[in-house]
């Protein structure tokens, strides 16, 4: 998959990530932290899928543009990504929105968070730039599609994915030739257009794409006096460049990261309640469809120091196992039984406790005599004593927040709140 043309490229690409969203679909989940900071896998966060990306990819330039509810993002960059050397020409921007160019706070959209850091790009003058939406779960290797944008000669080289019609209602959408030439684009569409040879698939950008850094300069520059632009790459520059310049398709199938383990690519917007679950219990399969063990390309993140994962009590009703479960260090599985679990650093749960599809954040408490099913638990929350979630529909509903697949979301002030 690799070779040196394409590492030599990508020793001369910055990598933007676009790190500022809320996701509002995860409600609850993010009205502390940004959906690029959520948890995922029991120890990542899912910025660091972009991340070690780009740095798998051979990038050792990055900036992170952030800006709602940034601390806990920011917090974690700090902590888990400080190993790049500025001797070795590596770096590591945390770009948040700033006031830098003018009086307004905020980055108006995509296009505008790197036309605000235009002065930072400049210094340290990549020849290229790829950016990255912060907030998908994949495995891709950046180089091969630089190495394709290259080769084309091309303006703009979009990265994009298949997916079902109905879903492509939150993604740009094209329609592309038999040389990759994007012909059509449209951001966001309400009734997505097929693609010609699939009628129930869309053709979905990946909000990644990558540019000459000197032709992107002067497009941001000319996009940042319209003032009839909204200032983001897929509902201005992208479809500008669709239609008076040479945009080209990059196929993630081409450039996906894949283990002996892996039987097809993998690629999750985890930006639902239901998706997040989803995918996170997904991991607990015998033969997960995400191979995070992949040490040939490692998912670096922060790691807390923590003692061992420890389970405790061996009685009749009173034995500390996990079964087809990923239990993180600092976590203690105290005479309870999980099922399917997914548990997050220093999660503890006690005696005859019952946990089936459960995904629990960090330093979770699970007290005596609970039973829980497919939840997903916020960070710090304690569970009280003998609650029941899962087995009553309407009374889950009336105290938690419930999707319509049935899975319930707890957080502290839920609890707090229970008679």
């Known amino acids: 998959m690799k070779n040196k043309k394409p590492k030599r490229l990508a020793a001369q690409t910055m990598a933007f990530i676009l790190a500022g969203g809320r996701g509002s679909r995860l409600v609850e989940l993010t009205d502390n932290r940004a959906k690029p900071a959520m948890y995922f896998g029991g120890k990542s966060r899912i910025i660091d899928f972009a ?38 020409n590596e770096s ?24 605000q850091n ?18 998908h779960i994949y495995k891709q290797d950046y180089s091969i599609m630089v190495e394709q944008h290259v080769a084309t000669g091309a303006d703009v080289t979009v990265g994009c994915i298949e997916v079902p019609r109905e879903e492509a209602k939150g993604f740009g959408v094209m329609h592309v030739n038999d040389q990759d030439v994007i012909l059509d684009f449209v951001e966001k569409p309400s009734d997505p257009p097929p693609m010609l040879d699939h009628p129930d698939l869309s053709l979905a950008s990946m909000g990644i794409y990558v540019f000459k850094t000197d032709f992107l300069i002067e497009l941001l520059r000319k996009d940042a006096v319209d003032p009839s632009s909204s200032h983001d790459f897929g509902n201005d520059i992208i479809p500008e460049l669709v239609k008076q310049g040479k945009a080209y398709a990059h196929p993630f199938s081409r450039s996906c990261v894949m283990s002996e383990n892996e039987d097809a690519p993998y690629w999750r917007d985890v930006g639902t309640v239901d998706a997040f679950w989803q995918a996170n219990i997904d991991l607990t399969d015998f033969k997960p469809a995400l191979d995070l063990y992949d040490l040939e390309w490692p ?31 600092g976590c203690v599985v105290s005479g309870s039984t999980l099922l399917r679990c997914v548990l997050f650093t220093g ?33 710090d929350v304690i569970i009280p004593e003998g609650l029941v979630v899962g087995e009553d529909p309407e009374y889950d509903a009336k105290r938690f927040r419930r999707t319509d697949s049935g899975i319930c979301l707890i957080t502290q002030k839920m609890i707090d709140n229970l008679e």
């Open 51 to 88: 991340l070690s990306n780009a740095v798998n990819s051979g990038m050792r330039r990055i900036g992170v543009a952030t800006q709602y509810k940034a601390h806990s993002l920011i917090r974690h960059l700090q902590r888990g990504w400080s190993f790049f050397r500025a001797v070795q």
């Open 92 to 115: 590591l921007d945390i770009l948040p929105a700033s006031q830098r160019m003018n009086d307004e706070m905020w980055y108006k959209g995509t296009a505008d968070a790197v036309t």
């Open 118 to 135: 235009i002065d930072i790009i400049q210094g340290y003058d990549p020849t290229y730039m790829i950016i990255l939406a912060g907030d």
């Open 299 to 329: 998912i670096w993140t922060y790691s807390e120091l923590t003692p061992p994962a420890k389970f405790i009590h061996n009685e009749e009703g009173r034995r500390g196992q996990a079964i087809s479960s990923l239990v993180s260090g």
């Open 347 to 379: 999660v503890r749960t006690n005696s005859f406790s019952r946990l089936e599809g459960v995904v629990a954040l960090p330093y979770v408490t699970v007290e005596r005599n609970a039973r829980l099913t497919n939840v997903v638990i916020d960070r």
